[in-house]
């Protein structure tokens, strides 16, 4: 069973549009959710994570939008960039990290 | 920059052979992890090592699967026999504090080592 549901499975955004990556869940002991971005070949790396508590949080370009009700997290990408063409995994956190299934963004120049 | 060191990086075998990766976690972490990530999904956890104790390898078909931190330190994962559904890649990760209520425990990860098996 899913326990983080990612959607889209991929996603293909003009240069400086906005990339929107949505995940839900169930699982209400879950206390921290991360973001991770892989790039080809590579493992994946920690992009920006929140905690319930919290309902946004922002670094630079990047913003989470976290809705506790809903059991919903996003993640926003603005003026989205060539070079953040990744797979991007959401994951959510009970004693251990449940990733979701991907999503490949393209940013075409 | 500290990095989490796996290899070998690809690996190609036949099925029912043996395979063993190796990984070597940032310095001064304590916990451990191996993921496996099938092509076109997010990692799933198989074993975590807190020092050289198992955690959690609930997960971890041991079978044919065993994983090994002799001395808290590096890790080996072994597969044997190898089938063809193992194809994929192990992810080794590792955080400097264990995953508790109060604890982040960030994941660090590797480069991976991508799996074949004919």
């Known amino acids: 069973q899913q326990q983080v549901k990612q959607s889209p499975q991929s996603l293909i955004v003009q240069k400086g549009g906005i990339s929107i990556i949505n995940c839900a869940y169930e699982n209400t002991a879950f206390d921290y959710f991360p973001w991770y971005q892989q790039f080809p070949g590579k493992g994946p790396a920690l992009l920006i994570a929140i905690r319930p508590d919290v309902s946004e949080k922002k670094e630079g370009r990047f913003t989470i939008s976290f809705n506790k009700s809903a059991k919903q997290f996003s993640l926003h990408i603005m003026d989205s960039q060539p070079g953040d063409s990744a797979t991007y995994f959401c994951a959510a956190k009970y004693r251990q990290f449940y990733f979701g299934t991907g999503t490949s963004l393209t940013v075409i120049p | 920059e500290a990095e989490v060191a796996q290899s070998p990086r690809y690996k190609i075998t036949e099925k029912s052979q043996a395979v063993a990766f190796w990984c070597d976690p940032i310095s001064g972490h304590a916990t451990l992890y191996w993921y496996r990530q099938i092509l076109g999904q997010g990692p799933e956890l198989l074993v975590q090592f807190q020092d050289e104790s198992v955690v959690d390898d609930s997960q971890l078909p041991k079978d044919r699967f065993s994983a090994e931190r002799l001395k808290g330190v590096d890790s080996t994962l072994k597969i044997q026999p190898a089938e063809l559904g193992d194809s994929a890649m192990y992810l080794c990760?590792?955080?400097?504090?264990?995953?508790?209520?109060?604890?982040?425990?960030?994941?660090?990860f590797g480069e991976g080592s991508r799996l074949t098996v004919l």
């Open positions: 990760a590792s955080s400097l504090l264990p995953n508790t209520p109060s604890n982040t425990g960030e994941l660090f």
